[in-house]
């Protein structure tokens, strides 16, 4: 048996599937029954752009900005995790533990938005993984980048787990008070203990509502993800989850159904065995039933939200109780009106 990494959601590294070689580390017999902790690395990310574009229907969104790829959230389901396969590290332990930094995000974010080809258009903060995942508090990227979101008056919204986002209200407050920002706070349960084994280094549930909390009552709009959805795992707390995010103003909210591309079923599907063993063959089945016999279905328009019984048993669940707790489903329209650069005598600074 694999021993368990400390405050990990994966205990193993899958193989690559873009690399012929795979090492297994040698299983050696100790007396030590204990966790054994693996340390965070963290790399330069060299790239030379900050902006990724998504051409996917299912997103509201055209371009996303990701200051850290990999993320020690290290949440079982992330459909992120195949990503750090494309920069030869493996889905599994290696993409919560080898985090690829952007540290010069702010200034090629700010480049991008001073080209003259920039249309202003909303931007999202987390396309891929967690903008405020531990390393923000000291890094403090994304605070820097929406400080240059705020100069430039660009419109964004951002998608976290993490309390963290509320040390950043100051700026969010200028930036809500022009209409450029919305931020969505995802929510996977109520139990703390399921969360922290399911999103070992995330905020927990009662954080992620003062959150909402805090945010709402400083006029940031806030809107509330229950995300994933996991039939036979969570899909029954719903109901609960809308209540207690009504309970702190709350007046918006949306969810996905999980979906386990590539090798977050081999480590997902370790995990509900080793962590749930009762429940797991039956949250297992039901994920498939969702998504035509499979643990993950590509299609777009269909990928978040599944097929079949268990996915409309969810969507009445979740609009029966939108209804009964007020709860709208819109985007925000955020505004480009404000919209200025630093053209001009600046412009030798951006090239």
Known sequence: M?????????????????????????????????????????????????????????????????????????????????????????????????????????????????????????????????????????????RRCLEVFLRFRNPLGIITKNYLVTRDLDILKNLSAMN????????????????????????????????????????VPVNINISPIIPGLNDEEIPAILKAAAKRGATRASYTLVRLPGAVGTLFFEWVERSLPGKAQKILRRIKETHRGTLDDGRWGLRMSGEGMWSETVNRLFELNCKKFGFEKHHPVLTTEHFRNDRGKQAELFG
């Open 180 to 219: 450029l920002v919305d931020v969505t706070i995802s929510i996977t349960s109520l139990d703390a203990d399921l969360v922290r084994l399911m999103e070992p280094r995330t905020t927990t549930p009662a954080k992620r509502f003062d959150a909402v909390e805090l945010l709402l009552k400083n006029g």
């Open 2 to 142: 694999r021993s368990p990494a400390k405050g990990r959601g994966a205990r193993f590294n899958t193989p690559n599937k873009f690399e012929a070689l795979h090492l297994e580390p040698m299983e050696v017999e100790s007396q030590d029954d204990g966790d054994r902790p693996v340390r965070t690395i963290f790399y330069k990310d060299t790239s030379k752009s900050v902006l990724a574009r998504n051409d996917s229907p299912d997103v509201p969104f055209t371009y996303s900005l990701n200051p850290y790829r990999g993320c020690e959230h290290g949440c079982i389901y992330c459909y992120a995790r195949p990503s750090h396969e494309y920069l030869g590290f493996s889905a599994g332990l290696d993409f919560e533990t080898k985090i690829l930094v952007k540290h010069d995000a702010p200034e090629l974010l700010a480049k991008e938005l001073n080209r003259k080809s920039w249309k202003p258009q909303w931007v999202c903060l987390s396309g891929n993984t967690d903008c405020y995942q531990p390393a923000e508090r000291s890094l403090r990227l994304t």
